[in-house]
Nanobody
Framework: QVEVVESGGGLVQPGGSLRLSCAAS????????MGWYRQAPGNQRELVAR???????NYADSVKGRFTIPRDNAKNTVFLQMNNLKPEDTAVYYC???????????WGQGTQVTVSS
């Protein structure tokens, strides 16, 4: 059974940094991509960043230059390094992975990030 677990959320002041981690276990297939979405109250879930197994990355325009998405393929782990955080980055951040074999998407339970002074 595949399990996706996020960690590292919390409260941070504007301009601060935070690093989220996401570890997938029980994976017995080839992962095509892993990434992060976020959802703020009243808003739709939006893609923040993703990275493919080949290393191709995509970022939302709102986080380019501030966020990066390192990945450890061997450990089925992905991170979200968030720098120069802004109040508008406040949201629940969800990690996901896509199976190359079936196209199925697996989600984590989410971790809260709050940017406030």
């Amino acid at each position: 059974q595949v399990e996706v677990v996020e960690s590292g959320g919390g409260l941070v002041q504007p301009g601060g940094s935070l690093r989220l981690s996401c570890a997938a276990s029980g994976v017995e297939f080839t992962i095509y991509a892993m990434g992060w979405y976020r959802q703020a109250p009243g808003n739709q879930r939006e893609l923040v960043a993703r990275i493919t197994s080949g290393g191709t990355t995509n970022y939302a325009d709102s986080v380019k230059g501030r966020f990066t998405i390192p990945r450890d393929n061997a450990k089925n782990t992905v991170f979200l390094q968030m720098n120069n955080l802004k109040p508008e980055d406040t949201a629940v951040y969800y990690c996901y992975l896509d199976s190359l074999d079936t196209g199925r998407r697996y989600w984590g339970q989410g971790t809260q990030v709050t940017v406030s002074s």
